[in-house]
């Protein structure tokens, strides 16, 4: 296990330099883009919450848009039309599908749409004017959302939209035969095209507004108390394993397609289908490798100039159900290059499947996500994968005043979620981030600490004295040589092993350095250093959330001591173990997690309430899954935004 050596304020040092220092490496300045500590993935179900939630507020929205008046006209003829309303807008049925790396798209195939208005027609003889109702009968609708980061913020936006109006049909009141026809026929085709436009650009204006009006105000920064603060901020970490490409349903790779990432390399393709996909293999290790395919059908995977497999281009009937094996040359591979790789897949009348190994040492092994990335940065601090979005935190806790970074590693978090999971909501914690606040503690002093008999506490002054007298069932040397003197202690963080996840907690360690010295004369007693002692503790963390923040409670501390320096012997330091255990248990503890009571902070802006979490230690990382529902703040923060958004957009008509 790594240790991180942390530096002592000055109460530590003393005359006894040797002994008494806490060494430290240089704290490094805060890093904006440091490794992410915190992943917020949000499940299916948990997008199907967002979408069902976020429906109605833009259903609302775009039923307050304001449709301009607008002419129509013919040789010799105009008609005007004016008041247009939408009364109804109904999405229907709706699909939602996630488009690595960092899109989702909404599609309504059949929405319901109704519009009344009124009219006038004027020939140069003939005027007459009535109401409309308008029908917008299978309207096709097409949402494809960005998501991003700005500034350490999540961004939202909705750069296009698609909507298609596939049946429409215009009712005069009160009028009937073939004039009326002409009427209709005159203004179906320039309304149907106000329409697609109006409402595409109602929806991208309140979807538009959401990201920049609502999503700005989730704080990145969150104050713990007057010296230490919660940093949220996204970072570009979140590495996107796989290949990635297109699954065509067409299996020459034409025709029509859809986005996708895979994350398993053991594939069941339906019939007449191909996949293409491509990304980087990087190794684990310096080494020789190579690739293999197992297919029926047609596969071929190109690596590093290298391939093996083959494609079909001349018989699209193929129908070969037989398994063939086919592997690359091995290759000389570097762990610091990425070699770019391409693997595609030709289905025949019978679907069929396929598998890419990695080989090493003459072994091959189906291949793995983590071989692979679909890029070489690896930087994305919002990821969509097939299955979930997920939101990467370089959650870090830092001094207010001296933000810097925490001097421990980071654990890999990962980028997927689990096929069984029923959470909405899924939380993937570094231990690093619990590491964090006890090195901020350390730097903001908190493990500095000087008691005399005029300033130790009330509470463990009812188990101890700072006096020779009181020790020397423990040390009677010491009040041989100073009897009934006055005692001194100070302490101070020497070491401090990282947080780890294991065993259904998180676990860490920690060396205190305690300095005792005895005071001679007055009123100004001079400290004469009698003797250093080390205090190992071993803590044991549990981490939950409640009223969307993060609690941390610590159930056990365990205290091992020996004596580094003495000015006369200790013969037994075991008979200290009682009573620091007490000391333990009946203060420290308890002291310790009513500072810890408050919790972290989540930066959800009272947008979601977290519901019934479940947390789990593995992989090195916490997992704490839940399900959330919206505050009813929400509702109205997002009715605003997109209305107004609405409201006062100028759509120009042609």
């Known amino acids: ?60 929205a775009v039923l307050s848009v304001n449709i301009p008046d607008f002419k129509v006209g013919a040789v010799g003829i105009e008609v005007l039309l004016s008041n247009i309303t939408l009364q109804e807008f109904a999405f229907n049925t709706e699909t939602v599908v ?56 999540l961004t939202l936006s909705l750069p296009s939209t698609s909507v298609d109006i596939h049946d429409f049909k215009i009712t005069l009141d009160k009028a009937a035969g073939s004039f009326y026809q002409d009427i209709v026929n005159l203004i179906s085709k320039p309304l149907q095209s106000v329409f697609e436009k109006v409402i595409g650009e109602a929806l991208e204006a309140a979807i538009n507004a959401i990201g920049s009006k609502v999503l700005p105000l989730v704080p990145v920064s969150l104050p ?106 091995y290759f000389n591979a570097s762990a610091d290059v990425y070699y770019p790789i391409r693997w595609r897949y030709q289905s025949g009348c019978g679907g069929g499947s396929a598998q890419l190994r990695l080989c090493t040492n003459g072994t091959c092994q189906p291949l793995l996500p983590l071989n692979v990335t679909t890029n070489t940065s690896q930087e994305l601090p919002v990821l969509t994968t097939s299955a979930a979005i997920v939101v990467a935190s370089g959650a870090e806790v830092y001094p207010t005043l001296s933000p810097s970074e925490t001097p421990a590693a980071h654990m890999t978090l990962p980028v997927t979620v689990p096929a069984a999971s029923n959470s909405s909501l899924l939380l993937y914690l570094d231990p690093f981030l619990v590491t964090s606040i006890v090195s901020t503690s350390d730097r903001l002093g908190v493990f500095n600490l000087t008691w005399t008999p005029t300033n130790l506490p009330p509470n463990i002054a009812k188990y101890i004295e700072l006096n020779t007298t009181f020790w020397r069932w423990l040390v009677p040397d010491l009040y041989n040589k100073f009897p009934n003197d006055a005692m001194r202690v100070q302490t101070c963080l020497t070491t401090l092993t990282p947080f780890t996840a294991m065993d259904n907690s998180l676990q860490a360690g920690l060396v205190l350095t305690v300095n005792i010295s005895v005071l001679q004369g007055y009123p100004t007693p001079t400290a004469i250093p009698a003797m250093t002692w080390s205090l190992a503790l071993n803590a044991s963390a549990s981490v939950t959330i409640n009223n969307n923040t993060l609690l941390l409670q610590i159930p056990t501390l365990n205290a091992a001591t020996r004596v580094t320096w003495s000015l006369v012997p200790v013969y037994n330091t075991s008979k200290l173990n009682p009573l620091l255990q007490t000391l333990l248990d009946k203060v420290i ?37 839940t399900r959330f529902t919206f505050e009813s703040t929400t509702t109205r923060r997002l009715q605003d935004a997109a209305a107004h958004a609405v409201r006062t957009l100028y759509t120009p008509l042609h």
């Open 1 to 60: 296990m790594a240790r991180v050596v942390v530096s002592p304020s000055m109460p530590c040092k003393s005359v006894i330099a040797l002994m008494l220092l806490c060494w430290v490496p240089t704290v490094r300045t805060k890093n904006f883009t440091r490794p992410a500590s915190l992943k917020f993935a949000i499940t299916e179900r948990g997008i199907m919450n967002i979408k069902d939630f976020i429906q109605p507020i833009l259903q609302k």
């Open 589 to 625: 503890l308890p002291e310790l997690n009513q500072a810890l009571s408050k919790g972290l902070p989540l930066p959800t802006l009272g947008l979601l309430r977290l519901i019934d979490p479940h947390v789990a230690y593995d992989h090195g990382y916490v997992t704490l899954a």
């Open 224 to 329: 713990l108390d007057a010296s230490a603060e919660i940093d949220y901020a996204l970072v570009n970490t979140s590495n996107l394993h796989g290949l990635s490409g297109h699954h065509y349903e067409d299996n020459h790779f034409s025709g029509s397609s859809t986005a996708t990432t895979l994350t398993s390399f053991d594939i069941n393709v339906g019939a007449y289908h191909s996949l293409d996909v491509a990304g980087f293999f990087k190794p684990a290790f310096n080494g020789s490798y190579a690739f293999q395919v197992h297919f029926d059908q047609a596969t071929q995977v190109d690596v590093n100039g290298l391939t093996a497999g083959h494609l079909e281009m001349h018989n699209p009937g193929m129908c070969w159900p037989e398994k063939h094996t086919d592997t690359t040359p």
């Open 98 to 153: 996630l488009q690595p790396p960092s899109r989702v798209v909404v599609s309504a195939p059949a929405m319901s749409i109704v519009a009344t208005m009124n009219w006038r027609y004027h020939d140069g003889l003939i005027k007459i004017s009535g109401n409309a109702t308008d029908l917008l009968n299978q309207t096709s609708l097409n949402l494809p959302l960005e998501l991003g980061s700005n500034d350490g913020r």
